[in-house]
């Protein structure tokens, strides 16, 4: 017997909620999980959608979700991204930053070269290259999830999905990679790691001078406001970029809107104040939901044709961030000890997130020491910067190297 449920805006919303929250304590209960940083929603949500996907496959569960508040979250998270996007912070990290940077742009442009390569020599379209590319790889599940929609308009079925299922292999496998790439540089070069007299790094916020604040509610409003107030700009912004023919998600206007107020009214001496550590609070919870959101949406039968080639546009990834980190990002960072540690950092960061990069590099430091040089660039550059430069690459991937996307580029 078939169950058949429709659930409404709100209701979808609230089961998200219980997702994000189920999520969280696996990730408490499951050393795997947590060690390898996979994230909250990521968890809840693959659960959901594997228990969707029995429904599918047995005939028993007809499940449809309104996912309209979907959008809605991924706009916001992205407008807080975009908040962070301070060309201050940028010149005050000094050339190792924009050298970092620099790296970390080229390895996005690489994989995405990569992942349309490999899918065309196995006969497969581009557009799953792109959704095995920088997209989830440097991107991760948020702008696997943000991008995956434009990818399934332009003709990739399941386009979401595989972002989505690629972001998470990337995780798990930038997490295994991370620390045996450090060693083998370590060892390649015969550097010696300081030990553990050298002074304990700083965080990127310390180093920065940062202050942290006590939230309290006037503070959260004025935060909230001030996203609310980029993101409806930014939405005027988005809509005039693609009438100029021009393919890219919907949070990108909002997202350089959010990084020109930053820059102009985030300021020694101006009296406006850009409530920052309350408009990082809120994207933490706009990204949860938008990723339980996402990872509900996943239609995982979709995956079985591409398994293939998915895994050997994957595997590819793999080996070629390994490669670029030991050749590149090593050799540009200084070819020293704290090289060899952002090379760590560069594998988990490259392939999932910042705080996979942070991960393989605590492990590496534990072992032969401190790096506050690598603790410093890292974060700034994951956290604050890349998302934006990616966005960017992936736009141009999309406008000038694919086929033409109905209502955006056509």
Not at 174 to 198: F, M, N, V, W
Request: charged letters at 10%.
């Amino acid at each position: 017997m078939e169950i058949v449920l429709k659930l409404n805006l709100m209701q979808t919303f609230g089961l998200s909620v219980l997702v994000l929250l189920f999520g969280k304590f696996m990730v408490s209960r499951i050393e795997f999980l947590s060690k390898f940083c996979i994230p909250a929603p990521v968890v809840g949500g693959l659960v959901f959608s594997l228990l969707t996907l029995a429904g599918h496959e047995t005939g028993v569960l007809n499940l449809t979700m309104d996912m309209t508040l979907k959008g809605f979250f991924m706009v916001c998270f992205f407008t807080t991204v975009g908040f962070g996007a301070s060309m201050s912070i940028l010149k005050k990290g000094g050339p190792a930053i924009f050298l970092f940077l620099a790296v970390a742009s080229v390895l996005c442009v690489l994989q995405d070269v990569v992942g349309v390569g490999v899918a065309k020599l196995m006969g497969e379209s581009p557009l799953l290259g792109l959704a095995a590319g920088s997209i989830p790889m440097t991107g991760g599940h948020g702008t696997s999830g943000a991008f995956g929609p434009l990818l399934e308009e332009a003709g990739l079925v399941g386009g979401t999905t595989i972002a989505i299922a690629a972001a998470t292999f990337g995780l798990v496998s930038g997490s295994l990679i991370g620390g045996p790439t450090a060693k083998y540089i370590i060892e390649k070069y015969k550097i010696h790691g300081p030990g553990h007299d050298r002074p304990t790094s700083e965080t990127a916020e310390e180093l920065l001078g940062a202050k942290s604040t006590l939230l309290n509610n006037d503070h959260m409003a004025t935060g909230f406001f001030q996203i609310a107030v980029a993101a409806g700009i930014g939405s005027v912004v988005s809509i005039g970029i693609k009438k100029m023919g021009v393919t890219l998600p919907d949070y990108v206007g909002a997202m350089l809107v959010a990084s020109l107020l930053r820059n102009v009214f985030c300021k020694d001496g101006t009296k406006t104040e850009i409530r920052l550590h309350e408009i990082h609070s809120l994207g933490e919870i706009f990204l949860g939901v938008f990723l339980a959101m996402a990872l509900m949406d996943m239609r995982l039968w979709e995956l079985y044709d591409l398994a293939i080639p998915l895994m050997t546009i994957l595997g590819a990834q793999v080996a070629m961030v390994f490669f670029f980190a030991v050749y590149v990002t090593y050799r540009f960072s200084g070819k020293d000890y704290d090289a060899a540690v952002l090379a760590a950092g560069h594998c988990g960061f490259g392939l999932g997130a910042t705080p996979n990069g942070v991960a393989n590099m605590t492990a590496v430091v534990q072992k032969y020491g401190p790096s506050p040089k690598a603790f410093f660039v890292l974060p700034i550059v994951g956290g604050l910067f890349i998302d934006v430069v990616n966005t960017m690459i992936i736009t141009l991937f999309l406008n000038f190297f694919l086929p033409p996307i109905p209502g955006y580029n056509s």
